[in-house]
């Protein structure tokens, strides 16, 4: 190890919650490397930056050798943040399998494919924390986003059984469900093909994506996130799940655990606009 200063490798770090938990982190003195998946070749550690690698979530190999970079430079790695992905929006019925993989592969499989590359290096250190983020979506589904949320979903339960299977490891396994931030995600979201052909759902889903739209041009600032994720990785014994973003939206999440689902669905579809 070079110094005292924990590795920390945070995945879709070019912009929003990634590039602001790398930029914080640096700032406070841990050994960053973010990763994108456009980055042309690896950089230096300045004083300004964090170290920048190539590195796309999709392919075995480029997690393999973007994992085995930072093992070469640093000789441990304590802290992984899985933050790469993106959302699909469409109806269901309007999304198609490939669209639908496309989704999983990323969010999902992405995330999967991070922590077996770095637990091998996790287990023999005895120690790390993984922190995986998903979303208020992945509590809660939400409409004409819904292979989106079955994404986070699906990392909810992926991350509950992690946790419990390397707790003997001394590795703390944490989720972050963030609401909206003001980030790149709404520019970079994706429409299904057919979402704007099919007449059956296309009025209420440019509605409710509208809605979705301006939430999150409103959204909190990245920062707090990052700040957040901090405190978790100086926390020797973190919680399971940590939420984060706009009031309003913490409390729809508690909502739905303490109201009769007939009530909830009602409220949901009041203000989106569902009819």
């Known amino acids: 190890m070079k110094d005292s200063k924990r590795v920390v490798l ?12 790398a930029t914080h982190l640096h700032q406070r003195g841990y050994r960053v490397y973010g990763t994108s998946r456009h980055a042309v070749e690896a950089g230096p550690v300045d ?19 973007g994992i085995e970079h930072v093992w070469e430079r640093e000789g441990r790695l304590d802290v992984v943040i899985n933050n790469a992905g993106f959302g699909v929006a469409g109806s269901i019925e309007d999304t198609t399998i490939e669209e639908a993989k496309a989704q999983f592969e990323t969010n999902f499989f992405g995330a999967l494919r991070v922590c077996r590359a770095v637990l091998p290096i996790m287990r023999a250190q005895r120690a790390g924390h993984i922190v995986n983020i998903s979303s208020m979506a992945g509590l809660a589904g ?19 059984a992690l946790r419990l299977e390397l707790r003997p490891f001394g590795i703390r396994v944490v989720l972050i469900e963030p609401g909206d931030f003001e980030t790149s995600f709404t520019a970079r979201r994706r429409r299904t093909a057919q979402s704007g052909e099919n007449a ?34 100086e926390n020797p014994s973190p919680r399971m799940r940590y939420t984060v973003g706009p009031l309003i939206q913490r409390i729809e999440v508690t909502l739905k655990q303490i109201v009769p689902s007939w009530l909830y669905e009602w409220v949901i579809s009041k203000y989106y606009r569902l009819g």
């Not at 930056?49 to 480029?62: K, L, P, T």
């Not at 939400?142 to 509950?160: D, I, N």
């Open 47 to 65: 004083s300004e930056s964090f170290h920048i690698i190539q590195m796309d979530v999709n392919v075995d190999r480029s997690v393999q050798r």
């Open 200 to 233: 059956v759902y296309t009025d209420r889903f440019n509605t409710t994506l509208g809605i979705m739209e301006a939430d999150e041009s409103r959204g909190a600032n990245p920062t707090q996130a990052a700040h957040l994720v901090e405190r978790i990785i």
């Open 10 to 21: 945070v995945t879709g770090a070019s912009s929003g919650i990634g590039q602001a938990c």
């Open 142 to 160: 939400v409409p004409f986003q819904g292979l989106y949320s079955a994404s986070k979903f699906a990392l909810e339960g992926l991350s509950e």
